[in-house]
């Protein structure tokens, strides 16, 4: 049966640990190793144990400094939803059904992940899907100091958000390197599990560079550690520590069928956290970076109907017109092997280096072409094919229009309790699609739309998309709760 990712996600209402839980405790084995000599082999083997031999013993596992270094820098984060029953005024079904009653608060609902905490003025990195759409975000400090977090940005490309809490002199854990883990090092998982706050878990590196297609945001990156270390719901944005306790990922996701730990758990490395986290902090998104290809991963077959030398490596299937590789002189047929000093084995090691520049960054690229290695040099593109550095309000200037939140009252009136109202209009898309202003966007491609940030995404992602598929498709209301849709070309 196929394994099912899964968010390290938790309802407090299902934070109770179940009683009767087992616990087997397992004693390692010590063996001896018999030289090639004592079973009477000497054809090779004797080489192989004088390596081993020579190599230094190794010491005895000690996690107490790593968890004392990062358990106080490791943040229970707790979300509030505030759900409301949905109505909107529709013609059609009033006539055949009558006006339904109008909508009604519910019980607020609440959920919890972990966070850490990056410096001592209280920035603190979690998870995407820890705080998305919360509309009360709160943070408990290992020492029980409860505080109101600010939500100053995220990034669901990297399922990495930024949160500010208003404190000073607060513990931080240090920042590691992810690109000098090695697999099978020893990791420890900071969290709160199941509400269990200040848990500590070891394991060791099982993989790296590890796509599990758990993002479907347009852009993603997704180059996770694979560890063993035991994560569970509520573990999610908690910290991924080396021995020396520096942080080397943020604990994102499982791999389970039930929903629970069994074997399998993924963080998001510090090479790519501390990217999105310096973006977010000096622009308020993340300035993403575009090599201008689209890649295949090589297979055997690939390799054989292509007559490639390699199966290391990207092929090159197409190369977008006057991207950073058409102008730096890369083919369609090309195999990238190489970026920088950094070897390109899988097309998760090409998003990942990619992933760690911006715009206006030039990029050494060695490529394969039939049998011969060649060095290019690209000068990395924005999404809309500049070198300019992309500001946040522009992502949806292109719209002519100004945003604001829909007011209480209105929301109460038409049932509703999410969107985004146009306050005014000039000269733009939405104009010239016919949107007027006081009109309430609620969805925009499929997307529900709760903040002008949602909006900001979408415009960003359709942006981002072929010239003849830039477009929004806008559901929405008047202040009167007629129902409307519209088309917003986006194309140049």
């Known amino acids: 049966m196929k394994k099912t990712i899964q968010y390290l996600f938790l309802l407090a209402a299902a934070a109770a640990v179940s009683a009767g839980t087992t616990w087997y405790l397992g004693k390692r084995q010590t063996g001896t190793v018999m030289t090639s000599e004592a079973n009477g082999d000497t054809t090779g083997q004797s080489a192989a144990y004088a390596r081993f031999a020579a190599l230094p013993k190794a010491g005895e596992t000690d996690f107490t400094q790593a968890a004392e270094m990062s358990v106080n820098a490791v943040v229970h984060v707790k979300t509030t939803y505030q759900s409301r029953q949905q109505y909107m005024s529709d013609p059609f079904f009033e006539f055949f059904f009558g006006r339904p009653q109008q909508g009604r608060e519910m019980p607020a609902q609440q959920a919890s992940g972990s966070g850490v905490i990056i410096s001592e003025d209280g920035y603190i990195v979690t998870n995407n ?87 479907n945001a347009d852009m993603k990156i997704e180059s996770f550690i694979q560890t063993d270390a035991a994560v569970n719901p509520g573990n999610s ?22 929903g629970s730990y069994t074997g399998y758990s993924f963080a998001v490395p510090t090479s790519i956290v501390q990217k999105v986290v310096s973006d977010i902090r000096s622009f308020g998104i993340v300035q993403r970076a575009v090599l201008g290809v689209q890649m295949q991963e090589i297979t055997s077959e690939l390799k054989k109907e292509k007559n490639l030398t390699t199966l290391q490596g990207v092929y090159v299937v197409k190369v977008v017109p006057d991207g950073a590789a058409d102008k730096a002189g890369i083919e369609a047929g090309d195999v990238i092997t190489q970026i920088d000093s950094t070897p390109i084995k899988t097309g998760t090691d ?9 715009p206006g960054d030039t990029v050494t690229v060695t490529v394969l072409r039939r049998g011969n290695l060649l060095t290019k040099t690209a000068c990395l593109t924005n999404r809309e094919g500049g070198t300019g ?26 049932g509703i309790n999410y969107g985004v109202r146009i306050k005014s209009l000039r000269n733009g898309r939405l104009k010239s699609a016919g949107l007027p202003s006081g009109f309430i966007i609620l969805k925009a491609n499929n997307r529900t739309i709760r903040t002008e940030e ?31 849709y519209y088309a917003v070309s986006l194309a140049d």
């Open 129 to 215: 899907h820890v705080i998305d759409k919360a509309q009360q975000i709160q943070v408990v400090l290992n020492d029980k100091r409860e505080f109101n977090a600010t939500l100053v940005g995220t990034d669901p490309n990297t399922d990495i958000a930024l949160l500010k809490i208003d404190a000073t002199g607060l513990p931080v854990i240090i920042m590691g390197n992810s690109d000098e883990l090695r697999v099978g090092e020893w990791v420890l998982a900071v969290g709160n599990p199941f509400n269990l706050t200040s848990t500590v878990t070891a394991g060791i590196v099982s993989a790296k560079a590890r796509n599990i297609n758990i993002l």
């Open 237 to 258: 944005g908690g910290a991924l520590v080396n021995t020396r306790g520096e942080l080397v990922g943020i604990n994102t996701a499982i791999a389970s069928q039930t």
């Open 350 to 358: 090409l998003q990942e280096q990619i992933g760690r520049h911006r």
């Open 389 to 414: 550095l992309i500001e946040k309000q522009d992502q949806t200037d292109v719209l002519g229009a100004v945003f604001e939140p829909v007011p209480d009252n209105l929301q109460q009136k038409l």
């Open 454 to 484: 949602d909006l900001q995404e979408v415009v960003q992602n359709a942006l981002a998309a072929d010239d003849r598929n830039r477009a929004l498709f806008i559901t929405g209301c008047t202040p009167q709760g007629r129902v409307q």
